[in-house]
């Protein structure tokens, strides 16, 4: 068996008030990359006009990302459809960064599991806020 080339890929579409994401945003996303956590294979920023037009920027049209030399992996990964449904979610008058991110980890665990005769079927995602209330309940039920 020959290793996996590519993890599975997660599209993530994250809002922000005003025109552009916050520079923190960037940030975040940059320390994922540089621990090999994540590969950044696509990035897109939809800016919605308070008319509700949209304006569609690539990474590298981005100024002061910070990302400026990360080379995105598969630019045009995030298709226009993909973009423009993902852009009905945008509010007017806000934006939002679409990163489209190669989770590593998973890659590794694919190839481990294939190797093995194992094959991944099907994964489910519980959102963070979603797990975070969960067990902010269960520690609740434990201590009563």
């Given at each position: 068996?020959?290793?996996?080339?590519?993890?599975?890929?997660?599209?993530?579409?994250?809002?922000?008030?005003?025109?552009?994401?916050?520079?923190?945003?960037?940030?975040?996303?940059?320390?994922?990359?540089?621990?090999?956590?994540?590969?950044?294979?696509?990035?897109?920023?939809?800016?919605?006009?308070?008319?509700g037009e949209v304006d569609i920027q690539a990474l590298d049209e981005q100024i002061d990302s910070g990302l400026s030399d990360v080379e995105l992996i598969a630019s045009g990964l995030a298709g226009?459809?993909?973009?423009?449904?993902?852009?009905?979610?945008?509010?007017?008058?806000?934006?939002?960064?679409?990163?489209?991110?190669?989770?590593?980890?998973?890659?590794?665990?694919?190839?481990?599991?294939?190797?093995?005769?194992?094959?991944?079927?099907?994964?489910?995602?519980?959102?963070?806020?979603?797990?975070?209330?969960?067990?902010?309940?269960?520690?609740?039920?434990?201590?009563?």
């Amino acid at each position: 068996m020959t290793g996996f080339r590519y993890g599975p890929a997660e599209f993530y579409l994250v809002g922000f008030e005003g025109s552009v994401p916050d520079r923190g945003t960037f940030s975040a996303l940059r320390e994922l990359i540089d621990t090999g956590i994540v590969r950044l294979l696509d990035f897109v920023v939809i800016a919605r006009d308070t008319d509700g037009e949209v304006d569609i920027q690539a990474l590298d049209e981005q100024i002061d990302s910070g990302l400026s030399d990360v080379e995105l992996i598969a630019s045009g990964l995030a298709g226009e459809e993909d973009i423009l449904t993902l852009a009905a979610h945008v509010p007017p008058g806000r934006s939002a960064a679409i990163a489209v991110l190669e989770l590593t980890y998973a890659r590794d665990l694919a190839e481990k599991l294939s190797s093995s005769g194992g094959e991944v079927l099907r994964t489910e995602r519980i959102a963070a806020p979603v797990v975070n209330a969960l067990m902010d309940l269960l520690e609740e039920e434990e201590g009563d």
